[in-house]
């Protein structure tokens, strides 16, 4: 598609279910990257992918949270036993080069909220 | 990650000035930066980028610039339109790393018809 495409676009969850967040990068992007934005507050880093291999998960908040991009496009993020400190909004971003120097294009985000 | 208030400070401008949102950065060894533009309920949208070698950059309608004693940087928009009216954050990047981004607090832009 022409931009990177993120699935569902509101997603409603009970406390201590499990959830998976879907991202399409724009195809043939080589870097996708993981943001979490909570309510009136910037995108906060969780993890980053080059093609399949995931290089940094410094940012990911706790072992319930778990990110893969298996065959190096498509990518989900899993959040298990879901809390309601996880309610943000869930950015994925793409860029074709390994660099992302010109900055890359972010989807328009899964908004989770946990009740 | 980055501290963050719950409430974005607002600039309010009238439709044709021109409008100045600031930025502080935190990392003193950030060697790139980047403006976004969110609109609600979108991702942001990238609407210029400054290296750190540089200490100002043009676009149509919009300036950064940089000012690295300070670890202060601008963005100023010629002739605000209403379409401008968004979330502008700055965003800094370690190139040496993976190039992740660290997002600066958010200002929520109002232009005034």
């Known amino acids: 598609g022409a931009g990177v495409s993120q699935s569902p676009r509101y997603k409603v969850a009970k406390r201590g279910q499990d959830v998976a967040l879907r991202c399409d990068p724009i195809?043939?992007?080589?870097?996708l990257f993981w943001y979490q934005q909570a309510l009136g507050q910037g995108p906060e880093f969780l993890t980053y992918f080059q093609n399949e291999a995931q290089l940094d998960k410094s940012g990911l908040p706790s072992d319930r949270f778990f990110a893969e991009r298996p065959e190096g496009s498509v990518s989900t993020l899993k959040i298990q036993r879901t809390q309601q400190e996880d309610s943000a909004v869930y950015l994925c971003?793409?860029?074709?080069?390994?660099?992302?120097?010109?900055?890359?294009?972010f989807g328009s985000g899964t908004r989770l909220t946990v009740v | 990650g980055e501290s963050v208030g719950l409430h974005l400070p607002t600039l309010s401008v009238q439709e044709g000035d021109n409008s100045i949102i600031n930025c502080a950065y935190s990392?003193?060894?950030?060697?790139?930066f980047i403006w976004y533009k969110q609109e609600s309920g979108k991702g942001p949208q990238f609407i210029i980028d400054?290296?750190?070698?540089?200490d100002k950059r043009q676009g149509q309608r919009v300036t950064v610039l940089l000012n690295k004693t300070v670890k202060h940087l601008s963005l100023q928009i010629a002739a605000t339109q209403p379409g401008d009216s968004a979330v502008y954050f700055c965003a800094e990047i370690l190139t040496s790393g993976t190039y992740k981004y660290i997002f600066g607090t958010g200002t929520r832009l109002k232009v005034l018809a």
């Open positions: 990392n003193s060894a950030s060697d790139y």
């Open positions: 195809s043939g992007h080589v870097s």
């Open positions: 971003a793409s860029s074709r080069k390994i660099d992302s120097l010109y900055g890359y294009t």
């Open positions: 400054i290296r750190s070698n540089m």
